[in-house]
C-alpha cells in the first residue's frame, strides 16, 4: 500500500487562493505605500501572502576593496532595516509575515530574474506615479520592450489612490 502523501505534495498539487503570492517592488518612491496596501487588502481578503522584493544597486569602482565591501553592507543593512519596517506593517494588515527578498544589481532586471525563477510569486503590484508626467519607468519597461518576459499577471493600482478607496477596490 502505498505512503500517504505529505502535506506539502497535497498543497503542491492542489493550489489554494493561500498560495497566491503578491510581490511589492520596495523602491524609494512615494506610490510604493499604496502597492503595498493595495497586496497587503488582496491578501488579507483573498487570501494569499505579500512578498518584499528590494534592489540593492551594486557599488560602483571604489579605489580601495575593503570600502566597498563596507559600502555594500551599509546598503545591505539598510535594505534588512526598511524591509523588517514594512514587514511589521503588512503583519498588522495581513495577519501573515511577508516574504523578504534583497537583491543586487539592475532593479528591473532583478525584477524580471525574480519573477522567473520563483514559482510561489502569482502577481506583480505596481502603483502609478503621479509625477514624471505619469510614466514610471519600471511600468513603461514592464508594458513596453519587457512584457514579453513577464511571467505573472501585474496589477497596476494608482499611485492616488487614499485608504478609502483601496478598501473599496480591494
Given at each position: 500500500m502505498p505512503a500517504e502523501p505529505t502535506e506539502e505534495a497535497v498543497a503542491a498539487r492542489e493550489p489554494a487562493k493561500r498560495d497566491r503570492v503578491f510581490l511589492v517592488v520596495v523602491d524609494d518612491s512615494p506610490e510604493r505605500a499604496v502597492a503595498?496596501?493595495?497586496?497587503?487588502?488582496?491578501?488579507?481578503?483573498?487570501?494569499?501572502?505579500?512578498?518584499?522584493?528590494?534592489?540593492i544597486e551594486p557599488v560602483g569602482l571604489v579605489e580601495w576593496a575593503g570600502v566597498g565591501a563596507m559600502m555594500q553592507e551599509e546598503r545591505r543593512a539598510e535594505a534588512e532595516k526598511l524591509l523588517s519596517a514594512l514587514a511589521a506593517e503588512v503583519q498588522e494588515i495581513t495577519g501573515g509575515?511577508?516574504?523578504?527578498?534583497?537583491?543586487?544589481?539592475?532593479?528591473?532586471?532583478?525584477?524580471?530574474?525574480l519573477l522567473e525563477e520563483d514559482p510561489r510569486i502569482s502577481v506583480l503590484v505596481l502603483a502609478s506615479g503621479a509625477g514624471l508626467g505619469g510614466k514610471d519607468p519600471l511600468i513603461t519597461a514592464l508594458t513596453g520592450r519587457y512584457a514579453s518576459r513577464l511571467t505573472v499577471p501585474m496589477t497596476i493600482v494608482p499611485g492616488t489612490l487614499d485608504d478609502k478607496e483601496l478598501d473599496r477596490v480591494t
Open positions: 503595498l496596501k493595495y497586496a497587503c487588502l488582496r491578501a488579507r481578503k483573498g487570501g494569499g501572502r505579500v512578498a518584499l522584493l528590494r534592489v509575515y511577508p516574504i523578504l527578498l534583497i537583491r543586487e544589481g539592475d532593479p528591473r532586471e532583478e525584477l524580471l530574474a
